[in-house]
């Protein structure tokens, strides 16, 4: 089994910052992409970003300019700097892996609260 951690979320006024923080873990052999959706009440869960372990980044427009993903392939760990926050943002941010073979595997989900 593949054991997925995520971390980092919290309270955060409008225009603040957070950090969200995956680690992936277990039998886990061929990692190839690692990301964040989120999930609004009421809303479909939605993608966030996504990198490969090459590097290669991919954003919904909506945090374009403001998100930033990276991936520390040797610690099978990706992080998520979220920047200008606002408050559309709040939402249970749900991280993943994706494996060469096709199999996902989803962390617990973290809460995000943007709000004065």
């Known amino acids: 089994q593949v054991h997925v951690v995520e971390s980092g979320g919290g309270l955060v006024q409008p225009g603040g910052s957070l950090r969200l923080s995956c680690a992936a873990s277990?039998?886990?052999?061929?990692?190839?992409?690692m990301g964040w959706f989120r999930q609004a009440p009421g809303e479909q869960r939605k993608l966030v970003a996504t990198?490969?372990?090459?590097?290669?980044?991919n954003y919904a427009d909506s945090v374009k300019g403001r998100f930033t993903i990276s991936i520390d392939n040797a610690k099978n760990t990706a992080y998520l700097q979220m920047n200008s926050l606002k408050p559309e943002d709040t939402a249970v941010y749900y991280c993943?892996?994706?494996?060469?073979?096709?199999?996902?595997?989803w962390g617990q989900g973290t809460q995000v609260t943007v709000s004065s």
């Open positions: 993943y892996t994706h494996l060469m073979g096709g199999d996902d595997y």
């Open positions: 277990g039998s886990i052999f061929s990692l190839y992409a």
């Open positions: 990198i490969t372990r090459g590097g290669s980044a």
